[in-house]
Nanobody, 122 residues
Framework: QVQLVESGGGLVQAGGSLRLSCTASGRTFSTHAMGWFRQAPGKEREFVAYIQWTAGITYHSDSVKGRFTISRDNAKNTVYLQMNSLKLEDAAVYYC???????????????WGQGTQVTVSS
């Protein structure tokens, strides 16, 4: 089992930046990829980005491409989501998750963090 703990959420003005962190513990050797998802009130969970744990291959959704960057620090078992040029529509609870495959489908992610709230004000 992999345990995930997110941090770094908060309140930011539109156009501002935040960096989210997700630290993994437990059976991390079974993890092939880490992903970030988000869920706004009344909406389905949405894929944001993933990173392949060893080679660092990344993929970002079209809605965040060019503004958000996923990265990882293997030594710290930590994945980051740098969010720049934040928009009102980026407000959501952000979750990190662990997967055995490289995918945007949340159904393939077997461990999830508790989520961290990102609020964007105008």
């Amino acid at each position: 089992q992999v345990q995930l703990v997110e941090s770094g959420g908060g309140l930011v003005q539109a156009g501002g930046s935040l960096r989210l962190s997700c630290t993994a513990s437990g059976r991390t050797f079974s993890t092939h990829a880490m992903g970030w998802f988000r869920q706004a009130p009344g909406k389905e969970r949405e894929f944001v980005a993933y990173i392949q744990w060893t080679a660092g291959i990344t993929y970002h959704s079209d809605s965040v491409k060019g503004r958000f960057t996923i990265s990882r620090d293997n030594a710290k078992n930590t994945v980051y989501l740098q969010m720049n040029s934040l928009k009102l529509e980026d407000a959501a609870v952000y979750y990190c998750a662990a997967s055995g495959v490289l995918t945007t489908d949340p159904n393939y992610y077997y461990s999830w963090g508790q989520g961290t709230q990102v609020t964007v004000s105008s």
